[in-house]
Every structure is written in structure tokens, then in C-alpha cells.
């Protein structure tokens, strides 16, 4: 298709609870990217892949945070243990080329840590 | 690394006029992009314009339109005949060599009828 698919797109988990986020790019796009939007709009890089492999994971908590983009299926961000903090918008892209298209973003997945 | 500024927390614009929100970035880069997005309230992340850091000539999109000075490391989005639906909060953002976006912390833009 020709959007990016996130679900769900609210989530609230209390604390302790795992959350796993979902992600479909655009057919076609190799590169997705995972962003955290926190209450005060800042956007947090997280983690991005071309195809399934990790591109860049410079922004991921490694403790608690893990991502994966497998073949033939939507990628996924999950959060285990969840904290309060982790309460953002999170918001997946994907792109053609890695730099300079614009990505493609999809509407976010809100996540609320109770 | 590389750091986007958005001057302005808010800014507001009687319809059908005029308004231009600042952005600064801090790169030793020299090849890079620059992007203007608009998160309405239903917070989808639209692309407004895009500048390719080579391109001396600014970008337009309709009423969209950005002054790239590279120089100084400026790229601030003019919008001109401003409309209702323009309202939303308008992201700048950095792409270089790392690949990753760069934010700006948004400038919140309100339309006045």
C-alpha cells in the first residue's frame, strides 16, 4: 500500500508490562525508522533497518527496547518492563533511499504507561 | 553531532497573510538535506518542503517556500496566503551523512480567522 500501516494506535500497559508496537512500511521502501515523540514534541531517533538488518541503533535503550524487521511480516518495536517514561508517541517511516527522500511516516502508535 | 533550533515556541498568522518560521542548524557536514514537516493535531507527520544543501536555488511547494542560507546555517518556511488548515505544529528537520532525521522542537502555528 501506499501508507504506512502502524498499529495499534493507542496502547496503555501498566508498569512492569510489555508493549509491542507494530509497523507495515510501503511496499517497495527497504529502510524503516523508529521515533519516540515525547509529551514535549521532541522526536527521539530510535533504531532503523534496511530491509532486516539493523542500520542504525545508536538511539535504542538497549535494556529494555528491542526491534525487528523479518521477512514477509510487519516490523515491531517492543518494550519490555515498561516505565512511565516510556509513555510517547512512537511513530515508524519508512523510505526508498536512506537519505535525502523524505520519509514516509506513519500516523504513531500512542503508548501509555499507567 | 548535529543540532536543528527552532527559535519559535509559537507563532500565529491572520488568515491570508504572511508568516515565517526560523529554523537554525549547527553541521560540519557539507552534503546534507533539509526538511520542513506539519504535524496537524491528528499528529500525522506530513512532508511540507525538502532543500538539498547543493541546490543554491530555494525549494517552493505552492505557497510553501523556504531561504536556505547555507552560510549561516538557516533554513527558515515561509507561508504565504495562509489558510486555516495550515495550523499545526511545523517541525524542522536535518539529514546527513548518519542517515537519521534531526529535529527541531517544533513551532506551533495558529491561523487566525
Known amino acids: 500500500g501506499e501508507e504506512v500501516a502502524q498499529t495499534p494506535k493507542h496502547l496503555v500497559r501498566g508498569e512492569g508490562q510489555k508493549a509491542k508496537l507494530y509497523c507495515a512500511p510501503i511496499k517497495g521502501h527497504s529502510y524503516v525508522f523508529w521515533y519516540q515523540q515525547v509529551l514535549k514534541n521532541e522526536f527521539k531517533f530510535l533504531i532503523s533497518?534496511?530491509?532486516?538488518?539493523?542500520?542504525?541503533e545508536t538511539g535504542m535503550p538497549k535494556e529494555r527496547f528491542s526491534a525487528k524487521c523479518l521477512p514477509n511480516s510487519p516490523c515491531s518495536l517492543e518494550i519490555q518492563a515498561t516505565k512511565l517514561e516510556d509513555s510517547a508517541v512512537y511513530f515508524c517511516?519508512?523510505?526508498?533511499?536512506?537519505?535525502?527522500?523524505?520519509?514516509?511516516f506513519g500516523s504513531g502508535t500512542r503508548l501509555t504507561v499507567v | 553531532a548535529q543540532t536543528v533550533t527552532q527559535s519559535q515556541p509559537e507563532m500565529s498568522v491572520q488568515e491570508a497573510e504572511t508568516v515565517t518560521l526560523s529554523c537554525t542548524y549547527d553541521?560540519?557536514?557539507?552534503?546534507?538535506?533539509l526538511f520542513w514537516y506539519k504535524q496537524p493535531p491528528s499528529r500525522q507527520m506530513i512532508l511540507v518542503i525538502r532543500?538539498?544543501?547543493?541546490?543554491?536555488q530555494n525549494a517552493t511547494e505552492n505557497r510553501f517556500s523556504v531561504n536556505f542560507q547555507k552560510a549561516a546555517k538557516s533554513f527558515s518556511l515561509k507561508i504565504s496566503d495562509s489558510q486555516l488548515g495550515d495550523a499545526a505544529m511545523y517541525f524542522c528537520?536535518?539529514?546527513?551523512?548518519?542517515?537519521?532525521?534531526?529535529f527541531g522542537k517544533g513551532t506551533k502555528l495558529t491561523v487566525n480567522p
Open positions: 517511516a519508512s523510505s526508498q533511499s536512506v537519505q535525502g527522500g523524505g520519509y514516509t
Open positions: 532543500q538539498e544543501a547543493y541546490k543554491q
Open positions: 533497518f534496511q530491509n532486516e538488518n539493523v542500520f542504525d
Open positions: 528537520a536535518y539529514q546527513g551523512g548518519s542517515e537519521k532525521l534531526v
Open positions: 553541521t560540519s557536514e557539507s552534503d546534507y538535506y
